[in-house]
């Protein structure tokens, strides 16, 4: 079974804001970081631990934490948020890493 | 700025070994964990396992029989082995710095290799 669960596809309209989930039972313990990917490039850190930016992620992109579900909200999307994103936690055991599948986000 | 610089085959056949290493440019060697990444064509990300400056490994459960990574700390460089390939092997591999204080991140990343095996 997967360990983090993420929804495939979310639209957007351009300067809206949209919320990214990851769901896993892991998250209770542990916190999610967040991968922005756009095509033919490598992941890069959008977000880590509790609601850390790396310098030069936007301040709208926004993480949080409740139970199991791990969210990466983006506030007043912009074309160049059109990317595939990917959570990311320790597994159940806590001695493993493990990624979501990805959610496409398609700023319209 | 870190950056990391990886190089390796890009084609392999069926039963070959998987060699790949990744080179740290800037900033401190230790207290971090040494990682590979991978994502087949189109797919998602698979966190392979990672290293530490001493040696200590962590690998996913589904590759650990099949996978080494190593490190040469006076070169800077780290290093995945992954044996006996298979067409499921062909993926884009990543090396990144993993961060684990408290909670885990991986900043920055290689470019990425692109890795077919093929007959």
């Known amino acids: 079974s997967l360990e983090l669960t993420q929804d495939p596809d979310v639209s957007v309209a351009l300067g809206q804001t949209v919320t990214i989930t990851c769901r896993g039972d892991?998250?209770?313990?542990?916190?999610a970081s967040w991968y922005q990917q756009k095509p033919g490039q490598a992941p890069a850190l959008v977000i880590y631990?509790?609601?850390r930016r790396p310098p030069g992620t936007p301040d709208r992109f926004s993480g949080s934490r409740s139970g199991t579900t791990a969210s990466l909200t983006i506030t007043g999307a912009q074309a160049e948020d059109d990317a595939d994103y990917f959570c990311?936690?320790?597994?159940?055991?806590?001695?493993?890493?493990?990624f979501g599948a990805g959610t496409k986000v398609t700023v319209l | 700025q870190v950056q990391l610089q990886q190089w390796g085959a890009g084609l392999l056949k069926p039963s070959e070994t998987l060699s790949l290493t990744c080179a740290v440019d800037g900033g401190s060697f230790s207290a971090y964990h040494w990682t590979w990444i991978r994502q087949p064509p189109g797919k998602g990300l698979e966190w392979i396992g990672e290293v530490t400056q001493s040696g200590t490994t962590s690998y996913t459960p589904s590759l650990k029989n099949r996978v080494t990574i190593s490190v040469d700390s006076s070169k800077k460089q780290f290093s995945l082995n992954l044996k006996s390939v298979t067409a499921a092997d062909t993926a884009f591999y990543y090396c990144?710095?993993?961060?684990?204080?408290?909670?885990?991140?991986?900043?920055?990343w290689g470019q990425g290799t692109l890795v077919i095996v093929s007959s």
């Open positions: 990144a710095r993993g961060h684990s204080s408290g909670w885990d991140w991986f900043d920055p």
């Open positions: 892991s998250l209770r313990s542990f916190f």
């Open positions: 990311n936690c320790r597994d159940s055991s806590g001695d493993h890493l493990v």
């Open positions: 631990g509790e609601n």
